[in-house]
């Protein structure tokens, strides 16, 4: 295949007489499979260096002029990470450049044009990348979806088109640029034809139960949200066809303010029109939840765009997704103003940037989105209040290594290992150094790092005599002293403490939560509330948390042991590599045991109810405080255990499924013992360390996530508190915007709803910051700038469950976002918390943009026999949903196979 870059290089090739000997395609390819360019013959200007096929993913601000205001605005809305489906665009090139030899454009002449093989060639491959049988066909031209004009309704659109018609709705759609009706509407908004063109978009079809549109700003009154919505399909919703039901929606509360159910006689599905079912007909098409939900949607909508917006919106699966947005074009009063956004945006970051710098100082400082950061990337102040102290020397962390015999610093004391950043979690490394011994030089290798930054998450902090001061040599001998306490206190606290949390700890922290469940909050005052709130703080983070943090910590210590004993017998990524293996597979994960019972719950074996008995207390994003608990929003498991049904059809599926799993990781470790054995046969010292060391890990792993189960408990009966609270004042969620030293305020007359308001608009704006994942302070000036997502063939991480697997890559922002009839996929997100367990079951492999091998998603990929690879830095970014990959657990690498 030829790379022709430039017009005297194509000249050049032509005049050589190459292009004789292929006088039909000189075809050029570039490695982003995005972008398809084709020359073809006869040589011509107006073919060279066209896009034919732009993907959602890859569509930039840069790229109206190819895919018109409709696959602008999606390729936006994909690339915020709000739910789209899947699709591309046949951008304005391919339909300059079918229609460049026509005598006059017009409906019929363009309906009638016969398209190039070539062209013909990339929309087939481009649509057989998608994974629904059909598709909708949608028209984007150049002056659609603006903010002056939104052309809805003007061009045609085409649905459930099979891959036979998808040719012809192409061409239909092209042609209804030139329909009267179009050109009528250009004649009103003063829009000239010259230099018009048509892009057109192909997008997985959404089976929506309900579809519609959303006015976030009615054109009426500014405090009011306007849905419209019908049972199947929404085609006819923005076309006008039928009466919709109508809903008015507080902006502010969430509250229906007005509704008007119509009658629905028709419905559009799959098949066509079909006549409403006569139960469905008086009925309206959303309950004010999902209203709510769909609010919250605009609301991140308009967020995104810094001004009200038009959305069109389906509802499939148990979520909504978006089909469409535009400025709404119909307002009196003015947009909020972008440039005012930017100008906000700007000024936040350079705040940002400054207190880094104050941070810094002179000191060579790092900062690492790991660890917690991992399941609370983005907290909000109430939550952020509680673990900044928390995660401090004085907080439950700091109990927990001082009980361990370590002496973290002052500043660890005063400060934490935490900073947030852009309202981002990230850990201070040159802090969490300090958690050991104060004043002992352990430091992190700030030039190494930087020149490999992946190294960065879950680095060792290693001793530096370099940077040590003369009060270092002076306390010598104390500090010797301690570290050698330290590892007899260590080594003794971990012979029986798994039987001391399992016997002793465990039960009794149940007790107490199960006692609390059974009083009521209604009759406690708003005072006794704060004090139920700061006694549940104490008890479970500061009493309860350093004995299950104790036991994750003995699980670090106990495997960092295992690789380095191993690495005595061979190289450090083999060692890395054969230590996973050994643990994997192992019983007493009550993850895992979660998800065990949610299966139960899907072949009828126990009810719901009885599930969230047990296990109600633990949430999706369940570190945040404002989440909901499962018991009190069950939709996310409903949507599991409908997707788990799908398998209790089959005799035996859940078992069978599952058993392949456990017998696979299970086969992988047994193999591994026997390649441990071969290794340290004749090393008898050797061998004797390793298999204690090795005990130490098995017995202590499982409590990676039995620890965030028991914390859980204790972490609901905050959040109850708080919700009480919530509720009292009609905050609506604003409680968790306060911090806990307002709680008194509050209650004592001090109205606080434009701190609430002010403090969401500066999260919001703080979160468009772009950010990497490790920060450099003699590079803080880059915080902001736009990452890079360039492309490759191989990607490069940490391996963290063994084995190799390939699959279709499914990216995932969030959980609920899979598809309950997904399999054999490669999972890939930025991280995992318990509440992703379940998709494990029907992965073939898992990709995640942060973590190690004591991360949730690592542990729970060892469990389930799941390859896995860890540290892809913006993998949900540079990796297309749909593209095959090849994972390798064993070297940490994940490939890219081309189509």
């Not at 709803?753 to 703080?766: F, G, N, Q």
Request: contains cysteine; aromatic residues 8%; hydrophobic residues 40%.
């Amino acid at each position: 295949m030829t790379f022709i870059t430039n017009v005297k290089t194509v000249s050049k090739y032509r005049r050589s007489g190459s292009a004789a000997e292929n006088p039909k395609l000189i075809c050029i390819c570039q490695k982003d499979s995005d972008i398809l360019f084709s020359l073809f013959q006869p040589f011509s200007s107006a073919s060279m260096l066209m896009q034919f096929i732009k993907r959602f993913s890859k569509i930039g601000e840069a790229d109206l002029s190819h895919v018109g205001g409709k696959g602008l605005n999606l390729g936006k809305l994909t690339k915020a990470g709000l739910s789209v489906p899947q699709g591309f665009c046949v951008t304005t090139d391919a339909y300059r450049f079918s229609v460049q030899d026509l005598p006059e454009q017009n409906a019929s002449s363009v309906k009638d044009l016969v398209l190039t093989p070539e062209l013909i060639d990339a929309i087939r491959k481009a649509r057989d990348e998608l994974r629904t049988d059909t598709v909708a066909v949608r028209s984007s031209a150049t002056a659609e979806d603006l903010e002056d004009a939104s052309f809805a309704g003007q061009q045609d659109t085409f649905l459930n088109v099979t891959s036979d018609g998808l040719l012809d709705a192409l061409k239909g759609c092209w042609a209804s640029l030139w329909s009267e009706r179009a050109i009528a509407y250009r004649r009103r908004q003063d829009i000239p034809d010259e230099g018009l063109a048509m892009a057109v978009i192909v997008q997985e079809m959404c089976a929506a139960d309900v579809s519609g549109v959303l006015f976030t700003v009615s054109p009426f009154n500014e405090k009011v949200s306007i849905v419209e919505s019908t049972w199947g399909l929404g085609e006819s919703v923005v076309s006008g066809e039928i009466t919709p039901d109508s809903f008015q929606i507080s902006r502010e509360t969430g509250e229906v303010l007005e509704r008007t159910v119509a009658t629905k006689q028709e419905m559009i599905t799959a098949s066509g029109v079909d006549e409403v079912p006569s139960a469905k007909r008086d009925v309206p098409s959303l309950t004010d939840e999902q209203l709510k939900q769909l609010c919250q949607v605009g609301v991140q909508v308009e967020t995104l765009y810094g001004q009200p917006m038009d959305i069109e919106w389906a509802f499939a699966d148990g979520k909504f997704v978006l089909l469409q947005a535009r400025p709404i074009t119909t307002l009196a009063q003015e947009p909020i103003s972008i440039d005012q956004k930017d100008r906000e945006i700007e000024k936040l970051r350079k705040a940002e940037v400054q207190i880094l710098k104050t941070l810094a100082d002179t000191q060579c400082m790092i900062w690492s989105h790991h660890n917690l950061a991992e399941v609370l990337p983005a907290p909000l102040p109430m939550t952020w209040a509680v673990i900044k102290k928390f995660m401090s020397g004085s907080g439950g962390l700091g109990k927990a290594y001082r009980g361990l015999g370590f002496y973290p610093s002052k500043r660890v004391d005063r400060s934490g290992i935490l900073d947030l950043i852009c309202d981002r979690i990230f850990v201070n490394l040159n802090r969490e150094a300090e958690l050991f011994f104060d004043g002992f030089p352990f430091t992190y290798d700030f030039d190494v790092l930087k020149q490999n930054p992946q190294k960065a998450m879950y680095a060792q902090a290693t001793p530096n005599i370099k940077h040590s001061t003369p009060s270092f040599w002076f306390k010598l001998p104390l500090h010797i002293i301690r570290m050698t306490k330290a590892e007899l206190r260590l080594r003794k606290c971990r012979t029986d403490f798994d039987q001391v949390l399992t016997e002793q700890e465990f039960p009794k922290f149940r007790e107490i939560v199960e006692t609390e469940q059974d009083l009521s909050y209604s009759e406690l005052s708003d005072a006794e509330l704060i004090e139920k709130f700061k006694d549940w703080c104490e008890k479970t983070l500061d009493d309860f948390a350093p004995k299950v943090l104790t036991a994750t910590l003995l699980a670090g210590f106990s495997l960092q042991r295992l690789e380095a004993l191993l690495q005595k017998c061979t190289d450090e990524t083999s060692a890395k590599s054969l230590a996973s293996k050994l643990i994997g597979g192992l019983s007493g994960n009550l993850t895992v045991e979660t998800n065990e019972k949610l299966w139960e719950v899907a072949r009828r074996q126990i009810s719901l109810a009885d599930f969230l008995k047990d296990y109600g207390h633990r949430a999706v994003g369940e570190f945040e405080l404002a989440q909901p608990r499962w018991r009190e929003d069950t939709s996310y498991l409903e949507q599991i255990i409908a997707s788990f049904s799908q398998e209790t059809s089959k005799p035996d599926g859940q078992t069978q499924e599952n058993n392949q799993h456990f017998v696979r990781q299970i086969g992988q470790r047994e193999a591994a013992e026997k390649e441990l054995a071969e290794i340290i046969e004749k090393k008898t010292s050797l061998r004797k360390q390793i298999e204690s060391e090795l005990d130490f890990t098995r017995r202590y792993m499982p409590f990676r996530e039995t620890a965030k189960f028991y914390l859980m408990l204790g972490y609901e009966q905050i959040r109850r508190t708080l919700v009480k609270l919530d509720n009292r004042y009609t905050l609506n969620g604003g409680i968790f915007y306060l911090v806990p030293d307002e709680l008194e305020r509050l209650i004592n007359g001090e109205e606080f709803s434009d701190v609430i308001a002010e403090r969401k608009t500066k999260r919001e704006l703080l979160l468009q910051i772009e950010m990497s994942d490790v920060i450099f302070s003699d590079s803080l000036d880059r915080i902001g700038a736009t990452l890079s997502v360039d492309e490759a063939d191989t990607y490069v991480g940490v391996g963290v469950s063994a084995g190799i697997a390939k699959g279709q890559a499914r990216v995932l922002l969030k959980p609920a976002d899979i598809q309950p009839s997904d399999r054999d996929y490669i999972l890939v997100c930025p991280s995992t918390d318990p509440a992703w367990t379940p998709l494990f079951i029907h992965a073939a492999g898992l990709v995640m943009e942060r973590g190690g091998l004591l991360s949730h998603g690592a542990v729970v990929a060892r469990e389930y026999g799941v390859p896995a690879v860890v540290n892809i830095s913006n993998a949900t970014q540079k990796i297309t949903d749909g593209q095959t990959l090849q994972i390798d657990g064993n070297q940490g690498t994940v490939s890219v196979i081309p189509p």
